[in-house]
């Protein structure tokens, strides 16, 4: 008997040493953050310093890509390393079977302590996790409320980037430290109606946005990106989205709405500051381009303001890491569920595989592995998240995860990865109106399939068009390009298995 307590005791303790050694993970996922707007990917606006630390201590992958880009389906992605049609999340409306095989289920199985915290959206409650505390559906910006565990929702007080944050840290405080850990911080900003924090209202009012390159898009020879219902002109809207108490053109409309759930306090700050750019609106009338420019002013504003909050949180995180002596043994990602459109085409939101929603941000330090301040070239989509996870934790990713990991990149940064990620997007009909597609992205091509009740392709090279506005599938669609890249993109439909693709390609439409 006491052989055998001995021997227990120095399996356990054998376990423990080697659970020391393996790496801590945190995961920060944000929503909609758009490449554009952050300074490791070259924005100037400032927003960013703590996510841009990561950038100089850890590496920066310039060309991450997610297959589906929209929140729920990019957050099933991550979970399973599966393609939308694997695992059952296609669109928004989807709901998730959390019991099938995720990767935290697998690291809690191998003695990792899990939580995921803030945004989750798959309408399902998670499983697998050791704890979880989630906000409903989108979330909210102010007071927001927590579903928890137990099942039951708790109203809160405070903005919801700093309360997803105090709940990630508290949980960390509290967890057990004998085993390695992996949290997923899930933020709401900067989604949509972007709703900055008290304290950084105003902090754009002196910035003059320029316009995007392709601001005034005429959507020449691109069907699906004329009918879209995303764009700053029409569907963004001076009430529903910029604030503004005077537009009651539409049902939506409530700049109150915006102060329901806040304090008197709040509200009163927040009204102050917005009824101010609302009496300078209506002295001012724009009407024309000047009134679409207020507009893109105003919607960078709000948009970059609420970056501030998110910024400043990673950066408390980051701080926990360096007083906790946890920094050297802490994995940090930055990444958002999918890119946005910051005036790119006249746009908002996201759904399109065109390069600002397409293309996610994704931030790594791993210290005493990856070299710091590296960027990296390789493609990389977001379904190989999960096996390169899985293989830094220790653990073998299972046969059936479609993603492969990029693990090895940590330590041979030149070395070669993918040749094409792959993209295909479900939500039609639906908000904002994007037309279903699918496609391949190589590191100089793009080639689209949009299907449905209009069958149409789409094919722009990257290297003379990064703006994608020459759609040249009609000039060259007999020569050896288009044939390479639909034998590549024909291989990509039957290696995922993505039947709904290989069906339209069948038709020979
Ligand atoms: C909400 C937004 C949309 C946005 C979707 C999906 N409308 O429905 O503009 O495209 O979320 O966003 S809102 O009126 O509620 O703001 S996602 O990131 O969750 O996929
Ligand atoms: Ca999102």
């Known amino acids: 008997m006491k052989r055998i307590v001995i021997f227990i005791l120095s399996l356990s303790c054998a376990f423990s040493s080697v659970a020391q050694q393996r790496p801590n993970i945190i995961i920060i996922i944000s929503d909609d953050h758009a490449l554009s ?69 697998r690291m809690k199985n191998a003695g990792f302590q899990t939580a995921w915290i803030g945004k989750w959206h ?3 409650y998670p499983d697998g996790f050791d704890y979880w505390n989630i906000v409903p559906g989108q979330g909210q910006y102010y007071n927001p409320s927590f579903i928890s565990m137990k099942g039951d929702t708790t109203k809160s007080t405070g903005y919801c980037t700093d309360i997803i944050t105090d709940q990630a840290l508290q949980w960390l405080d509290k967890r057990n430290t004998s085993q390695p850990f992996c949290i997923v911080v899930g933020q709401k900003a ?37 009918n879209q219902d995303m764009n700053l002109a029409n569907t963004l809207k001076l009430g529903y989205d910029l604030k503004m ?38 002295q001012q009338k724009p009407t024309g381009n000047a009134l679409l420019d207020w507009k893109f ?22 701080d926990y890491l360096d007083q906790h002596q946890l920094a050297e043994n802490t994995i940090v990602i930055y990444t958002s569920d999918q890119g946005f459109y910051m005036g790119e085409h006249g746009w908002f939101d996201k759904r399109f595989m ?14 005493g592995v990856i070299k710091p301040g590296i960027s990296m070239p390789q493609l990389i989509s977001n379904v190989d998240f999960a096996p390169t996870l899985l293989t830094v934790a220790g653990i ?16 041979n940064p030149t070395a070669k990865f993918r040749d094409a990620v792959y993209y295909h997007y479900y939500e039609f009909p639906g908000e904002h109106s994007v037309m279903k597609h699918f496609g391949i992205r190589t590191e100089r091509y793009k080639l689209i399939r949009f299907y449905g009740e209009q069958n149409f392709w789409e094919l722009y090279d990257l290297k003379t068009d990064p703006h994608e506005m020459k759609n040249i599938y009609a ?16 291989d990509l439909t039957v290696t995922t298995n993505d039947e709904v693709a290989l069906k339209v390609l069948g038709d020979g439409r």
């Open 122 to 124: 798959l309408k399902t």
């Open 354 to 367: 065109y390069e600002e929603s397409m293309h996610t941000p994704f931030i790594v330090r791993y210290p």
């Open 37 to 105: 707007t952050i300074g490791a990917y070259g924005s100037t606006y400032g927003a960013t310093p703590h996510i841009d630390r990561i950038a100089r201590e850890g590496a920066t992958f310039i060309h991450t890509f997610v297959n589906n880009s929209i929140c729920a389906p990019a957050r099933a992605t991550l979970l399973t390393g599966k393609y939308s049609h694997a695992n059952g999340l296609r669109d928004n409306h989807d709901e998730f079977d959390s019991r099938q095989d995720i990767f935290p289920r």
């Open 190 to 226: 900067p989604h949509r109606t972007w709703m900055p924090d008290l304290q950084d209202l105003g902090k754009y009012d002196q910035t003059k946005f320029p316009l995007p390159p392709n601001f005034y898009d005429s959507y020449d020879q691109r069907i699906a990106a004329k």
């Open 396 to 411: 073998a990713p299972p046969a059936d995860m479609q993603g492969r990991s990029f693990a090895d990149l940590f330590k």
């Open 475 to 490: 000039q060259v669609k007999s020569g050896n390009l288009v044939a390479d890249l639909k034998k590549k993109l024909k």
């Open 245 to 282: 108490k005077s537009d009651t053109s539409d049902q939506l409309n409530s700049a109150t709405a915006f102060t329901q759930r806040m304090n008197i306090a709040q509200r009163k700050v927040w009204n102050a500051y917005y009824d101010k750019i609302e009496a300078d609106f209506l």
């Open 297 to 318: 002013q105003r919607y960078m504003k709000d948009y970059l303001s609420t970056t501030l909050s998110l910024d400043r949180n990673v950066g408390r995180i980051l």
